[in-house]
């Protein structure tokens, strides 16, 4: 009799309904995992979430930007910024000067006194292009004259105003700068050096929309004379106040060092910051003290200072140029000495 090869019918039944079991038991864990997988997929992120995910982050940054300038934070809302681009130097210059009619066209050493602020001015590293900004065809001859460049530009209220316009127009022909650099006409002994100082050191400052020069007062004489704009600054350089009064008040005898800081009216200003500036209505302060860059603190809007090293000798009245002209004079006189 021959041996069957198949196994015994009751293992194999027994087997097969062990095994049924086991897939019975795994099968609803299994179906569990894929209807959840499946509702993860179907489900939708709800709008609602997304949008209160992005006010999240908008609210995260704004946390972040509130440790900077309020009033940086104000104009960059309205505008972006350019963070490069040329520097032009821009020189406001009238003829119907109140104390000194025609003062850009008085004599030095022989040459208007506009033309030794221009090429003293053109002497700066950084200064891509330097105009004349004048409401006067005498002025914008003579600059011409010189080989310089000028702008004719209407009446202005102040010399800001004019440089916000001879920009304006000169932007249309060449295209805008990314930054301004106002030099006062009357400093024909403008440092080109300081000029240097103060573009170098307003560029590094990330959000720095202008800046200007302040020299140690030397002597209490300067510090009572109203003529003499007076600069009070914050622990990082920024401007507090200025004023033709002797501000910080001395209390007490100070020290030559403490007497404080004379400001130079030399400004430096990003372009879209100019056209803000230039739109800024008048405040009590700037018109009280009649020192426009008030008008700049009143708004809130910050100014950087930098140390100059030299005051130089501004021209406001006739008897000034015989003191400019001795000191051009004695530097000529150390120049051929200096060769010989």
């Known amino acids: 009799m021959k041996r069957s090869s198949r196994r015994p019918a009751g293992r194999t039944r027994r087997g097969a309904a062990a095994r049924s079991r086991t897939s019975a038991k795994s099968r609803p864990a299994a179906k569990s995992r894929m209807a959840a997988k499946a509702r ?203 004023s033709r009064a002797p501000i910080p008040y001395p209390r007490a005898a100070a020290p030559p060092t403490a007497l404080g800081w004379r400001h130079l009216g030399v400004y430096l200003y990003r372009m879209d910051f100019l056209a803000v500036f230039h739109r800024l209505p008048p405040t009590p302060l700037s018109e009280r003290e009649l020192l426009e860059q008030l008008r700049v603190l009143e708004h809130g809007y910050p100014i950087h200072c930098f140390l100059a090293r030299a005051v130089g000798f501004g021209v406001d009245v006739p008897a000034d140029l015989a003191r400019v002209e001795d000191w051009i004079a004695a530097q000529a006189r150390r120049a051929e000495a200096t060769l010989a």
């Open 40 to 242: 993860t997929a179907a489900k939708p992120r709800p709008a609602a979430k997304a949008r209160r995910t992005t006010k999240a982050r908008t609210a995260a940054s704004a946390r972040s930007a509130g440790r900077t300038h309020s009033a940086v934070r104000k104009l960059s809302a309205r505008t972006r910024f350019a963070s490069s681009g040329d520097v032009w130097a821009v020189i406001p210059a009238r003829y119907a000067s109140t104390r000194f009619p025609g003062k850009p066209l008085a004599l030095l050493a022989g040459r208007p006194m506009i033309q030794h602020t221009y090429e003293r001015t053109a002497r700066t590293p950084s200064v891509a292009r330097v105009l004349v900004a004048t409401d006067d065809e005498r002025i914008a001859a003579a600059v011409r004259g010189f080989g310089g460049d000028a702008v004719l530009t209407g009446e202005a209220a102040t010399g800001t105003d004019r440089i916000a316009e001879a920009v304006r127009l000169e932007s249309a022909r060449h295209g805008a700068p990314g930054w301004v650099l106002n030099v006062q006409g009357d400093e024909p002994l403008i440092d080109p050096a300081d000029l240097e100082r103060l573009v170098v050191g307003v560029l590094s400052l990330p959000g720095a929309v202008m800046g200007t020069l302040v020299h140690p007062l030397r002597d209490e004489a300067e510090q009572r004379d109203p003529n003499v704009v007076k600069a009070v600054l914050d622990v990082d350089g920024r401007a507090l106040y200025f």
